[in-house]
């Protein structure tokens, strides 16, 4: 009885792992809507915070020309246009970015 139960605990182990695979596989990977990108600018000093202050979601159009033009590498005929959302600029640098 108790084999029974481990091999049923590992055949549903197995069934979850499976599923996820595909789901990824066919939904994140399959391009079907857009791309979110977003964006954490981080002003350290007074000249980045003016210009970190200036920047505006608009300014990385690149990101969406770029994955369009590396789509037919990744066997995409057409790719929806990513959405770019800028977050409002940190003063701190992120933890690995620290000396």
Do not use: C, N
């Amino acid at each position: 009885m108790r084999r029974a139960r481990r091999v049923l605990i590992l055949l549903l182990a197995l069934a979850l792992v499976a599923g996820v695979t595909l789901f990824e596989r066919l939904w994140v990977r399959g391009w079907a809507r857009p791309l979110v990108v977003t964006i954490y600018p981080i002003a350290m000093d007074e000249t980045s915070v003016e210009f970190v202050g200036r920047l505006k979601d608009g300014d990385f159009q690149e990101i969406g020309a770029s994955l369009a033009r590396e789509a037919p590498r990744w066997r995409r005929q057409a790719i929806p246009a990513p959405h770019v959302v800028l977050k409002a600029p940190a003063r701190v640098a992120p933890p690995d970015l620290l000396p």
